[in-house]
């Protein structure tokens, strides 16, 4: 993936795999652009991680304080039909720090929570 660092706009290269009639021995393909942005949107601001578990990786925006917005991808799994859906917030502020915000499977299912440097399970 490319980001546009001044808007957020995502472009893709499909990975095809090895192949050695590439200057480097691995095919990449361009396939444009699948996300436009969101207002200041950049590499240090953007996650894509998969929020639903549906085996896609959704576009997620860390806004002020950790704020989260998520933009979900509705294309085919595995597919190149890419499509992000603006699905809201999902946190009001998880840490003023975003540079320590992690996305990651701790349950061991295809759910990803946030974790943070605190990390507080509600009942």
Known sequence: MVVNPNNGAVDIWW????DNSWWNGW????????A????????????????????RA?????????SLMHYMNTGTRGGQDVLFLAQGGIATGASPDIDR????DVSCLPLHVMCAAKLTLAD
Not at 59 to 65: D, E, L, M, N, R
Not at 101 to 104: D, I, N
């Open 58 to 66: 959704d576009y997620v925006y860390v806004g002020v304080g950790g």
């Open 27 to 34: 095919k990449f393909v361009a396939g444009g652009q699948i």
């Open 101 to 104: 915000l992690v996305f990651a």
């Open 15 to 18: 990975n095809y795999g090895a």
């Open 36 to 55: 436009s942005g969101v207002p200041h949107s950049n590499w240090k601001t953007l996650r894509f991680p998969d929020i639903n578990g549906d085996g």
